[in-house]
C-alpha cells in the first residue's frame, strides 16, 4: 500500500485566494482525520470522517475552512478565502475502524502540505 | 473533556545518554496510547502504541513506554539516545476513533 497520499507537498499562495489540500487515505481505513500543525499550536485536530461523514469538526478554526468526503478513498480541505495565519503543516491520517486491540489498528499520515499564505 | 500533556517542550542530551519523555492524559474511558516521532520536515510515524496487556511497550529504534494506569501516565524511555533520535515526539491518545496530540517534546542529541 502506498500509504495516505496528500497533495500537493507545498502550496504557496496570495492572501485572499482559494486553497485545497487532497487527501487519499489507505484503503479499507474507516476513518480519516485532519490536523494542522503549526509552532505555536503544535497538532490540533480539525476534522475527522467515519465512513465518509464527519463525525467531529469541533476543531475546524471558522467558516473559511471546510472539509469533504465524497467517497472512501479522497477527501479535500478548503480554505476560502486564505489568510497569512493559515499558513501551517497540514497533516492528513487514517486509520481502521475502532475501538479493538487489532494488531494493525493505528493511524498512519500523510507526508502533509506545506501551506504558506502570503 | 480529553487532554493530553508532555512534561517538556524541549530536552538536549549528550549521545548515549537515557531518556525519559513524561506524558499524563486525563480521561475516565478505555484509551489506547501512542507516542509518535517527527524528524525535521517529516510527517509523523508510528513509535509505538498501547492498547491492552502488558503495560511495558517495546517499540521500534530501541524505544519503550510504560503504561501505568493510576496515575494516567504513558512515559517514553530509551537507555542509550543516538543523534539521530534528535526529533520531535509527540504523545497522543485515542478514544473511540477521535486522537488527540501532545503538544510534543523537541528532543536534540548533540554528538
Known amino acids: 500500500d502506498a500509504g495516505v497520499i496528500q497533495s500537493p507537498r507545498h502550496e504557496v499562495t496570495e492572501m485572499g485566494q482559494e486553497v485545497t489540500l487532497r487527501c487519499k487515505p489507505i484503503s479499507g481505513h474507516d476513518y480519516l482525520f485532519w490536523y494542522r500543525q503549526t509552532m505555536m499550536r503544535g497538532l490540533e485536530l480539525l476534522i475527522y470522517f467515519n465512513n465518509n461523514v464527519p463525525i467531529d469538526d469541533s476543531g475546524m478554526p471558522e467558516d473559511r475552512f471546510s472539509a469533504k468526503m465524497p467517497n472512501a478513498s479522497f477527501s479535500t480541505l478548503k480554505i476560502q478565502p486564505s489568510e497569512p495565519r493559515d499558513s501551517a503543516v497540514y497533516f492528513c491520517?487514517?486509520?481502521?475502524?475502532?475501538?479493538?486491540?487489532?494488531?494493525?489498528?493505528?493511524?498512519?499520515f500523510g507526508s502533509g502540505t506545506r501551506l504558506t499564505v502570503v | 473533556a480529553q487532554s493530553v500533556s508532555q512534561h517538556n517542550h524541549h530536552v538536549i542530551l549528550s549521545e548515549a545518554a537515557s531518556l525519559e519523555l513524561g506524558c499524563n492524559y486525563s480521561?475516565?474511558?478505555?484509551?489506547?496510547l501512542f507516542w509518535y516521532v517527527q524528524y525535521p520536515g517529516q510527517h509523523l510515524q508510528l513509535l509505538l502504541k498501547?492498547?491492552?496487556?502488558?503495560?511495558l511497550v517495546k517499540g521500534i529504534k530501541g524505544f519503550e513506554a510504560e503504561f501505568i494506569k493510576s496515575k494516567f501516565s504513558f512515559n517514553l524511555r530509551k537507555p542509550s539516545v543516538q543523534w539521530s533520535d534528535t526529533a520531535e515526539y509527540f504523545c497522543a491518545v485515542s478514544s473511540w476513533g477521535k486522537l488527540q496530540f501532545g503538544a510534543g517534546t523537541q528532543v536534540v542529541v548533540t554528538p
Open positions: 480521561y475516565g474511558g478505555t484509551v489506547n
Open positions: 491520517a487514517s486509520s481502521l475502524a475502532p475501538p479493538g486491540p487489532a494488531a494493525n489498528y493505528g493511524y498512519t
Open positions: 498501547y492498547f491492552s496487556g502488558d503495560p
